[in-house]
């Protein structure tokens, strides 16, 4: 399977700060980018999608201002949660696509906003 | 809305045992089958997928499909305690996210 990072792995940060998260595909190109989030006891859900050098689209329900997606190349994207709150603390999961049908899973961010 | 519906279990199997995990979604169009497993605290791994109707079988998995029914099975034959886990269901149209299911939690007794 393709290797995939994500950093930081964990971060705690006051309410009010925001958090930058990087995802990076490390052997292959990612032309398509998930973000999901994932609550205690409850499924991943897809936050957004971007593909390389396009503007994201967002799941109904999810702040494009607050939570902002870029992916300026195919084996770099990032996601930061600005002002964020108590409410925003979850598991981040990055998903890369390449060039054919299989998502793969970066290891995770798990972001708790105090 | 596309839904993906599994039953929160807890499933609890002996070792040896084989765990029946259960799946129905709601898109007709769904082309893709995926189950993945996942441990707490950490990322989904895949462990299989399929895209025909009828079973696909991988080691001691087995994943079966049927599209008329919108249902999609995994069986672990010889379950171990390493097995225990929570599994998710994913479904997915060609070019789009996958979509998950809450999981179903298994717990294998040894």
């Known amino acids: 399977g393709a290797v995939v990072s994500q950093h930081p792995s964990r971060v705690i940060c006051k309410s009010g700060t925001s958090v930058k998260i990087e995802c990076r595909s490390l052997?292959?190109?990612?032309?398509?980018m998930f973000w999901y989030r994932q609550f205690p006891k409850q499924s991943l859900m897809l936050m957004a999608t971007?593909?390389?050098?396009?503007?994201?689209?967002?799941e109904q329900g999810v702040e494009k201002d607050k939570f902002l997606i870029n992916h300026a190349s195919l084996t770099l994207s990032t996601l930061t949660v600005t002002s964020a709150h108590p409410e925003d603390s979850s598991f981040y999961i990055c998903s890369p696509r390449g060039n054919i049908n299989e998502q793969f899973f970066g290891p995770g961010t798990r972001l708790t906003v105090l | 809305q596309k839904e993906v519906e599994q039953n929160s279990g807890p499933l609890s199997v002996p070792e040896g045992a084989i765990a029946s995990l259960n799946c129905t979604y709601s898109d007709r169009g769904s082309q893709s089958f995926f189950w993945y497993r996942q441990y707490s605290g950490k990322s989904p791994e895949l462990i299989m997928f399929?895209?025909?109707?009828g079973d696909k079988e991988d080691g001691r998995f087995t994943a079966q499909l049927n599209k008329a029914s919108q249902y999609v099975s995994l069986l672990i034959r010889d379950s171990q305690p390493s097995d225990s886990a929570t599994y998710l269901c994913?479904?997915?149209?060609?070019?789009?996210?996958?979509?998950f299911g809450k999981g179903t939690t298994l717990s294998v007794s040894s």
């Open positions: 994913a479904v997915n149209q060609a070019g789009t996210a996958l979509i």
């Open positions: 052997d292959f190109q990612a032309t398509t």
């Open positions: 399929i895209y025909s109707n």
């Open positions: 971007s593909n390389e050098g396009s503007k994201a689209t967002y």
